[in-house]
């Protein structure tokens, strides 16, 4: 069964950085599109960023320049390196891939930009 456990979330002071990790299991990792979302209090969840089988990458006009997405088929894990971290980008952040139709969303992990 599909799996994705996110981790490195918490508390970080604003211009901070934060480097979350998605280790994915029960699929061949390599051969799907990887995404991280987010969701904060009262909004609904929207995309972030998201890597292709073939490393292309795409982003949110609020992060682009800020964040990073990258992953290791070596470790079936996805990364979201954020910088220059602000108070909007406080949210639980959730990994998401889609495989045969069916959307598969991690437990999430609560990033506070705070100071």
């Known amino acids: 069964q599909v799996q994705l456990v996110e981790s490195g979330g918490g508390l970080v002071q604003p211009g901070g950085s934060l480097r979350l990790s998605c280790a994915a299991s029960?699929?061949?990792?390599?051969?799907?599109?990887m995404s991280w979302y987010r969701q904060a209090p009262g909004k609904e969840r929207e995309l972030v960023a998201s890597?292709?089988?073939?490393?292309?990458?795409n982003y949110a006009d609020s992060v682009k320049g800020r964040f990073t997405i990258s992953r290791s088929n070596a470790n079936n894990t996805v990364y979201l390196q954020m910088n220059s971290m602000n108070p909007e980008d406080t949210a639980v952040y959730f990994c998401?891939?889609?495989?045969?139709?069916?959307?598969?969303w991690g437990q999430g992990t609560q990033v506070t930009v705070s100071s």
């Open positions: 890597i292709t089988r073939a490393q292309n990458t």
């Open positions: 029960g699929f061949t990792f390599s051969n799907y599109a």
């Open positions: 998401y891939v889609r495989r045969n139709w069916i959307n598969y």
